[in-house]
T-cell receptor, first 112, second 115 residues
Framework: DAKTTQPNSMESNEEEPVHLPCNHSTISGTDYIHWYRQLPSQGPEYVIHGLTSNVNNRMASLAIAEDRKSSTLILHRATLRDAAVYYCILANSGGSNYKLTFGKGTLLTVNP | DTGVSQNPRHKITKRGQNVTFRCDPISEHNRLYWYRQTLGQGPEFLTYFQNEAQLEKSRLLSDRFSAERPKGSFSTLEIQRTEQGDSAMYLC?????????????FGPGTRLLVL
């Protein structure tokens, strides 16, 4: 399984933008970059995914490097409810099993 | 709410007892996954169903573990002769196949404590 590398933890202030980095130097051409987050005592929650182009949705933006070896999840204005562990995951549809391989993720702390 | 549900949410049992967890996926989803998460770690894949067929099992799934998905709807995960090392959060996720990228929707998990 392709691996990702994320910082163990990051800190932000409320209402400021947050940039969460992820390195995936061994990404293959068919791997999608997914971000999930896990709030305390809850199951993971889908945030966003992309292949090559930058993506935006109501939760966040995903900026993908031109060589696809790294990506950044952008929360435009962090709120206290964004405090969670954020996981960057590579997955592809080769074969039928789209299992997600989670690392330890980045623990985001949001200060009021 | 039509999200993924899991029952029970918490289970405390004594070593050696059998336990069974249930997952009800989103109704139109044909794929169902089980993951296990221990403290401080990300979830780890256990097993995967497409409709009623169990198509892959992780090496983590010892022969004390069995999962079923009769009729391709809800799923159960049973652990026989529980051990303290089985203490973890058991997560279920469901998805719909057909696209290039797949979004999985997770339930709240069942937290198991084996004494």
């Amino acid at each position: 399984d392709a691996k990702t590398t994320q910082p163990n933890s990051m800190e932000s202030n409320e209402e400021e933008p947050v940039h969460l980095p992820c390195n995936h130097s061994t990404i293959s051409g068919t791997d999608y970059i997914h971000w999930y987050r896990q709030l305390p005592s809850q199951g993971p929650e889908y945030v966003i995914h992309g292949l090559t182009s930058n993506v935006n949705n109501r939760m966040a933006s995903l900026a993908i490097a031109e060589d696809r070896k790294s990506s950044t999840l952008i929360l435009h204005r962090a709120t206290l409810r964004d405090a969670a562990v954020y996981y960057c995951i590579l997955a592809n549809s080769g074969g039928s099993n789209y299992k997600l391989t989670f690392g330890k993720g980045t623990l985001l702390t949001v200060n009021p | 709410d039509t999200g993924v549900s899991q029952n029970p949410r918490h289970k405390i049992t004594k070593r050696g007892q059998n336990v069974t967890f249930r997952c009800d996926p989103i109704s139109e989803h044909n794929r169902l996954y089980w993951y296990r998460q221990t403290l401080g770690q990300g979830p780890e894949f256990l097993t995967y169903f497409q409709n009623e067929a169990q198509l892959e099992k992780s090496r983590l799934l010892s022969d004390r573990f069995s999962a079923e998905r009769p009729k391709g709807s809800f799923s159960t995960l049973e652990i026989q002769r529980t051990e303290q090392g089985d203490s973890a959060m058991y997560l279920c996720a469901s998805s719909r196949s057909g696209g290039e990228a797949e979004t999985q929707y997770f339930g709240p998990g069942t937290r198991l404590l084996v004494l």
